[in-house]
C-alpha cells in the first residue's frame, strides 16, 4: 500500500524572519520574530533553537528537551474522556499541609526539570504521590489538578500562525488599550456591517495601531485598494508587521495623512531629476533620490486616490469626534455604501448617531453592541467562564445617501413619447368630438375682464336663461351644448363688482363653418 505523502502551503509552515506566535502552557502566550541561527528564551518554560522550529507546520505542540532540543508532544489542553460520577469534594480539606513536600523540593524539583534531568511526568508523580487527599478526590477534581500541574511544569509551547483572531486575542488579553478594547467579535460585525470583500475600495480611518486596516486587508486578500487615512505625518499600524502580509497586500495600501485630505492643500515641493541627470550622481546620492522619489509618487497616488472618491464603503475609529471626520470625508463615498463607525464610548456615538439621522446624507443611522461570553466545553464539564469581558466597544452604521437636485416623481418614466400609459384615452362620445373641433369662447357681457378663478363659483344650472346668437360653426344634429364636457377654449369671464348672474351668455363661433345651430334654453 502506498504511503500517503501531505503537501502544506508555504504559510502554514514556520519560515525564517516571519513573526509567529507561541502559545505557552500557562495560557499566555508572546510574539516572536523567528530568525535563523538563534535562540528563542521563553522565560522559566526554557529556551531552544530557532533552527529547530523552522519548516514546521503550525499548530503541533513542542516539549523542549536538554541541549535545546525539540521533541513532538500532544497538546496541552488535551483531556482524556472522564466516566460521570455524583462525588463531590466536601470532605476534602485542600490546604498547604496536604503536600508533604517542602517549598524547597518543589523548587529543586524544577530545577531539575529545566536542566532535563526529570520528566515532567515523573515530577507531576511525585507531586501526587506527596498529596495526602489525591485519592479522595472525584475524577474531575484528579484531572483538573494534573492538568493544572502540567501547565505550570511543563516546558511545551505551540506556534500559531499569526490571523486577525489569533492576534486580538493576544492584544485584548494583553494590552487592550493598543487596540481600543476592540474585542473579536465586534470586529467581525465591523466586517460584515461595512460589506468588506475581494475587488473593495475602502476608506479607513484607523486609531486602534493598525488593526481594522490589517483586518481590511487580511479580507481583501490583495484584490482591491484600502486608503488609510492618519493623524500626524507617519501612521503607526504597528499590527502589521506582525500578519506576514505577502508584497501583493501590502501594495495595495495607501495612506494619506489628515493634513492632506483637503485638495486644495499643494503637495510638498519635490525636484524631479532628468534620467541623465540621475545617471550623473553618484551611488550614495542616487539611492537617496530614487528612495525620495519613490515616497513622492506613492504620496502623490495615495492623494490621488483619495480625491478621486468612488469608495465603496467607509470605518472610522479615531480619537477625533465622527461628525468632524464624517463632514470632511463623506463626499469620496458612493451612494448607497455603508458607513460604520467605532468607539469604545457609547455618549461618542450617540452625539454623532444624533447628527447622522438629522442629516440628508445619512439613512438609517444604527447604534449597536455586541455581547460576548466563553464558554469551557469538557466531557461533562461544560459551563460558561467564571471571568468574562465587560464590553467590546460599540458600532455605529448608516447608509451614504446621495440627495438629489430635482424631484424624481417628476421625472417621466420610459425615456421617449411613445410610453402609452401618458397617452390620452380614446372615446367614442360625439359631443366631446364636437366640442373639442369647435373653438369657442365663453363672454359675459357687461363686465370688466376678470380670471376665472378670481370669480365666485357659481353653479350652470342657477342660470335663469341661455341664448345663444347665430353660430354656424357647430352641427345642427347637436341639440344641445353639455357645459361640464372638457372643451378645449379659451375663456374669459368678464365681471364688474356685482354681476348680474341673469346675464346673457353669448357662445361665439368661428365663421369657417356654415351650418346654423339651433337656440338651447
Not at 62 to 84: D, F, M
Not at 272 to 286: N, S
Not at 333 to 340: D, E, F, K
Request: with cysteine; net charge negative.
Amino acid at each position: 500500500m502506498a504511503e500517503t505523502t501531505y503537501t502544506h502551503h508555504e504559510s502554514d509552515i514556520v519560515q525564517a524572519g516571519k513573526h509567529i506566535l507561541i502559545q505557552l502552557p500557562s495560557g499566555g502566550a508572546k510574539i516572536v520574530n523567528l530568525k535563523a541561527n538563534s535562540n528563542v528564551g521563553l522565560g522559566k518554560f526554557g529556551t531552544f533553537e530557532a533552527n529547530k522550529l523552522i519548516g514546521k507546520p503550525f499548530g503541533l505542540s513542542y516539549e523542549i528537551l536538554a541541549q535545546k532540543e525539540l521533541r513532538p508532544v500532544g497538546h496541552v489542553s488535551k483531556n482524556t474522556t472522564i466516566e460521570e460520577t455524583t462525588a463531590n469534594n466536601r470532605e476534602i480539606i485542600d490546604d498547604a499541609t496536604v503536600q508533604r513536600l517542602t517549598h524547597d523540593e518543589v523548587v529543586k524539583l524544577k530545577e531539575q526539570g529545566l536542566l532535563g534531568e526529570l520528566d515532567t511526568e515523573e515530577i507531576i508523580k511525585k507531586m501526587i504521590d506527596s498529596h495526602s487527599e489525591f485519592d479522595k478526590k472525584t475524577e474531575f477534581s484528579k484531572a483538573k489538578y494534573i492538568e493544572r500541574k502540567k501547565k505550570k511544569f511543563m516546558k511545551t509551547f505551540t506556534p500559531v500562525r499569526p490571523t486577525i483572531n489569533t492576534i486580538v486575542d493576544y492584544f485584548f488579553t494583553k494590552n487592550p488599550d493598543k487596540i481600543k478594547h476592540l474585542r473579536v467579535d465586534t470586529l467581525s460585525q465591523l466586517l460584515c456591517l461595512a460589506n468588506v470583500h475581494a475587488n473593495n475600495k475602502m476608506l479607513v480611518v484607523d486609531d486602534t495601531q493598525g488593526l481594522i486596516v490589517a483586518s481590511v486587508l487580511e479580507r481583501m486578500g490583495g484584490y482591491g485598494q484600502v486608503v488609510a487615512i492618519h493623524e500626524g505625518d507617519h501612521h503607526n499600524y504597528d499590527i502589521l508587521r506582525y500578519m506576514n502580509f505577502s508584497k501583493e497586500i501590502q501594495d495595495t495600501l495607501y495612506t494619506v495623512p489628515f493634513a492632506l485630505v483637503d485638495p486644495e492643500t499643494p503637495d510638498e515641493p519635490f525636484e524631479i531629476l532628468t534620467d541623465e541627470q540621475i545617471a550623473a550622481l553618484e551611488d550614495d546620492p542616487r539611492r537617496t533620490y530614487l528612495r525620495r522619489k519613490s515616497a513622492y509618487d506613492y504620496k502623490t497616488k495615495s492623494r490621488s486616490l483619495l480625491h478621486q472618491g468612488d469608495f465603496d464603503g467607509l470605518i472610522i475609529s479615531s480619537s477625533l469626534t465622527p461628525e468632524s471626520v464624517l463632514k470632511v470625508l463623506k463626499q469620496y463615498v458612493c451612494g448607497s455604501r455603508p458607513v460604520v463607525v467605532y468607539s469604545f464610548n457609547k455618549e461618542v456615538l450617540l452625539q454623532a448617531a444624533y447628527w447622522m439621522r438629522r442629516s440628508t446624507d445619512f439613512l438609517n443611522a444604527e447604534l449597536t453592541e455586541s455581547s460576548l461570553r466563553e464558554y469551557q466545553v469538557l466531557p461533562g464539564r461544560m459551563h460558561p467562564n467564571m471571568m468574562m469581558s465587560a464590553g467590546g466597544g460599540y458600532l455605529l452604521n448608516a447608509l451614504r445617501v446621495i440627495d438629489c437636485p430635482f424631484d424624481p416623481s417628476l421625472a417621466k418614466r420610459g425615456g421617449g413619447n411613445d410610453d402609452r400609459r401618458f397617452k390620452k384615452k380614446k372615446t367614442d362620445k360625439p359631443v366631446k368630438k364636437v366640442v373639442e373641433e369647435a373653438s369657442t369662447s365663453v363672454v359675459l357681457e357687461d363686465s370688466p375682464s376678470v380670471p376665472l378663478e378670481n370669480s365666485p363659483s357659481v353653479p350652470f344650472e342657477d342660470s335663469p336663461s341661455v341664448v345663444i346668437e347665430d353660430s354656424p360653426a357647430v352641427m345642427d344634429k347637436s341639440p344641445s351644448v353639455t357645459v361640464q364636457e372638457e372643451v378645449k377654449a379659451s375663456i374669459v369671464v368678464e365681471s364688474s363688482p356685482e354681476v348680474d348672474m341673469t346675464s346673457s351668455i353669448v357662445v361665439e363661433s368661428s365663421p369657417e363653418q356654415d351650418t346654423p345651430m339651433n337656440d338651447v334654453e
